[in-house]
């Protein structure tokens, strides 16, 4: 072999061995979540991962980075590498919720992420005490208002969707509740169900328990339109305040950069499991809807939702430390 012909071997195998290390390093990707283990976007993400990784060829691990609502996971992926190995799995609070409630959130929604697609969204349940007198959202109305100073409402905590969704109730029908805000739905919802506060808004997998314990009462639900788990509860609007419709979701985003033919991918890829008759089923089991959207119809999403929810923070006057 002459000297020509063992330069070209050496530059092949260099080649080969520089590619295997590339590839090596692309082989494990990661969704950061910014919530517990066992928390309902975590337990998605962690289903999400065992499907999607296959499909894009890589080994895909869920991290979780809990903090400041989720904002601290969103401030991290903002700063990660924009080539595909880092995804987020996110809640629209933080989205589209958190910058207009802390001071300092590190991240644009808008400029700092590129959205991959909306997965699902979870429409609040309107839930009493058993032991309060009223069946429906007028009767509700009517009852706090006879009794101003005597009814009390549960959130998860102060700025959170639940939080919100009452004050922008409580605006729409002139409704004055005292907020009592918990850490999280657990005790919140326990309270709740004991009488300790009368009223509460939720989502139907924290609610469920409690509502099949007899305790806890659902008279209406947040979305536009009723829920599968709940046939016979009438929604919001139906019951008397036109166009309610504050629905929390939701989605996966990618950092700012990340190339377009990763995002579409990735976003094709992330339809198909969404829409898929298995993992539906346990989106609508934990009272969520599939909400499968391309990447362009999420972007645009994420920009019309960031803007809503912003109306509703500046209306109620909410902030969060």
């Given at each position: ?23 090596a ?35 895909l ?22 080539d ?53 959202l007028?009767?509700?109305?009517a ?56 009223v ?38 139906e ?21 377009k ?61």
């Amino acid at each position: 072999m002459n000297i020509a012909s063992r330069l070209m071997q050496a530059l092949l195998i260099a080649v080969v061995f520089a590619s295997s290390a590339v590839f090596a390093q692309k082989d494990t990707a990661k969704l950061v979540v910014g919530y517990p283990p066992g928390q309902s976007v975590d337990v998605i993400a962690r289903l999400l991962a065992e499907r999607l990784g296959p499909a894009i060829g890589r080994n895909l691990i869920v991290e979780n980075m809990p903090g400041q609502a989720g904002s601290l996971a969103l401030a991290a992926v903002a700063r990660m590498p924009a080539d595909g190995s880092v995804m987020t799995l996110s809640a629209s609070a933080a989205i589209a919720g958190n910058p207009f409630l802390y001071k300092n959130v590190r991240y644009d929604s808008v400029k700092d992420f590129e959205p991959i697609g909306l997965i699902y969204d979870a429409p609040l349940v309107l839930m009493v005490n058993s032991a309060l007198p009223v069946n429906t959202l007028g009767e509700l109305v009517a009852y706090v208002k006879a009794h101003p100073g005597k009814v009390n409402f549960s959130s998860p905590g102060n700025g959170s969707v639940s939080h919100l969704a009452m004050a922008e109730l409580m605006r729409r029908t002139g409704m004055t509740m005292t907020h009592v805000p918990y850490q999280g739905a657990a005790k919140s919802l326990t309270d709740l169900s004991s009488g300790q506060v009368q009223v509460s808004f939720d989502a139907f997998a924290a609610a469920s328990p409690f509502l099949e314990g007899g305790k806890v009462r659902p008279i209406a639900v947040s979305s536009a339109e009723r829920i599968s788990v709940l046939p016979s509860i009438p929604t919001v609007a139906e019951s008397g305040v036109p166009d309610f419709d504050l629905v929390p979701w939701v989605g996966m985003l990618a950092p700012a950069g990340t190339p377009k033919p990763i995002v579409d991918k990735l976003s094709e890829e992330l339809a198909k499991i969404v829409a898929s008759p298995e993992f539906s089923q346990r989106i609508i089991g934990l009272g969520g809807r599939p909400r499968p959207r391309s990447a362009a119809e999420f972007k645009s999403y994420v920009r019309s939702e960031v803007g809503r929810w912003a109306t509703v923070i500046r209306e109620s006057n909410a902030r969060a430390e």
